[in-house]
Every structure is written in structure tokens, then in C-alpha cells.
């Protein structure tokens, strides 16, 4: 396949590169951006006037009934179609849960900071390790999202971390 095959689509700032060994995720997210949604701020406050609507209207009820409710309910105050929703949706989930998770060991390294013990020693570079990993992968976002998508998300990151640990929190309490 030709490396300029997508180059007229407006993708030019995710290199197009044949795939070489077993590492085919640049490739997929090459393909998968193609697809995916195109977040503005104006879509961005919308999706955050979502989940804003459906956790006032959820969080008040008991039942998959009124998660339904409080769903079609959010969907009316955002003005969002539901696939635009769902898709956007995915796309806060994804980079809110792993900024969540930045943020709990970020927390776990401050405690274990003036700790001395062979235990908090064998901790800090495991979590540090995992600290870089997750950032590595908040920055992989870039490739099936776009980089100014990410830049916006981080702009809201304090927004977004705060509703993705709401919404997990009513959405598991199954």
C-alpha cells in the first residue's frame, strides 16, 4: 500500500507508515482516527452539559429505569444526538480514566515520599513506571484522537477526571 494513500484526507498529521514485526497499533490508530469523532470545545461543553444533566437526573434515582430516564433527559438539555453522545462519551471515558489513574499514583508516590521502609522502596520505581506508561498512553490518544484534541481535553482535565469518577461511580453501583 501506498504511504500517502490518506495524505488528501486532511490526516497528514499521523504518519502514514507500513507496519513492521507485530506492532500494529500506530496503524490502527491511524485508521481508527479516520473514523472517529472530530471534538471542537463547543462539542466538548456539550458532552460536559451531558454527563452534568444525566448525573443530576441519575444520581437522584434507583433503578436502570431512571439511569434510562436520566438519559434521554441529558440528551434533551446537551441538544446532542445520541450517537454523537456515545461517541464522545467513549472518548471522556478513555482519557478520564486515565487520568484518574495518574492522579491515585500520583497520591500513592506522595504518601510513600517520606516513607524509608524496603517496602516503599521497591514501591516508588514500579510506580513511577507506571506513571510514565500512562502518560505514554494519554499522549497515544493524540494518534487515534488528534493532538489538539488532547490538548483540550488536558485544558478540562480537572472537569473531566471529577464527572468520569462520578459516572463510574453510578454506573458500577449495580
Known amino acids: 500500500m501506498p504511504s500517502d494513500l490518506f495524505d488528501d484526507n486532511g490526516f497528514q498529521d499521523v504518519r502514514n507508515v507500513e507496519p513492521r514485526g507485530s506492532n500494529l497499533s500506530a496503524a490502527d490508530d ?6 472517529s469523532l472530530v471534538l471542537d470545545r463547543a462539542l466538548l461543553e ?12 441519575a444520581e437522584q434515582g434507583t433503578g436502570d429505569l431512571d439511569v434510562a430516564r436520566a438519559h434521554t433527559r441529558a440528551l434533551e ?8 453522545a456515545e461517541r464522545g462519551i467513549a472518548l ?4 478520564g480514566g ?10 500513592k508516590l506522595q504518601q510513600l515520599e517520606g516513607a524509608s521502609d524496603a517496602r516503599a522502596e521497591e514501591l516508588r520505581p514500579r510506580i513511577r513506571g507506571e506513571l510514565a506508561s500512562q502518560e505514554r498512553e494519554t499522549d497515544a490518544l493524540g494518534r487515534r484522537y488528534g493532538d489538539a484534541t488532547v490538548a483540550l481535553l488536558r485544558e478540562h482535565e ?3 477526571v471529577d464527572l ?4 463510574t461511580g453510578l454506573l458500577s453501583r449495580g
Not at 471522556?92 to 482519557?95: A, E, K, T, V, Y
Not at 468520569?164 to 459516572?167: P, Y
Open 158 to 160: 480537572d472537569v473531566l
Open 46 to 57: 456539550a458532552l460536559i452539559s451531558y454527563q452534568r444533566a444525566f448525573l443530576a437526573d
Open 92 to 95: 471522556l471515558r478513555s482519557f
Open 77 to 84: 438539555a446537551s441538544q446532542l444526538e445520541a450517537l454523537t
Open 30 to 35: 491511524r485508521t481508527l482516527r479516520m473514523a
Open 98 to 107: 486515565r487520568r484518574w489513574t495518574v492522579r491515585k499514583l500520583q497520591d
Open 164 to 167: 468520569h469518577t462520578r459516572m
